[in-house]
């Protein structure tokens, strides 16, 4: 199982970036697919999730600014940010996996990962 995160890069306060999580239409189909990311000396943390079904779920800090999507033709999953700050500069990963309502924001719950990208916002 593989997963393909890309779209980082370096951005200005204010800027905005789209984040992609590609993978196989075996993992695709039937999994929850969530962003996390880690920014040096820290945890990682959940930033957004979708379902199969396509309901969406965010980290309560970041709704507003990000969004999730899925493009189902694409076995692609989208993260939107806009209105960066430089608190959002991290690593990015994307995962999939099939957690149950209580676990989708933990990351403990995802089986598989990808191998992150990094996103860097300047002020």
């Known amino acids: 199982v593989q997963l393909q995160a890309s779209g980082g890069g370096f951005v200005q306060a204010g800027g905005s970036l789209r984040l992609s999580c590609a993978t196989s239409?075996?993992?695709?189909?039937?999994?929850?697919v969530g962003w996390f990311r880690q920014a040096p000396g820290r945890e990682r943390e959940f930033v957004a999730g979708i379902m199969w079904s396509s309901a969406t779920f965010y980290a309560d800090l970041l709704k507003g600014r990000f969004v999730i999507s899925r493009d189902n033709t694409r076995n692609t999953v989208y993260l939107q940010m806009d209105n960066l700050k430089p608190e959002d500069t991290a690593v990015y990963y994307c995962a999939a996996g099939t957690p149950i309502h209580s676990s989708r924001r933990n990351r403990n719950a995802y089986n598989y990962w990808g191998q992150g990208t990094q996103v860097t916002v300047s002020s």
């Open positions: 239409r075996s993992t695709f189909r039937g999994y929850s």
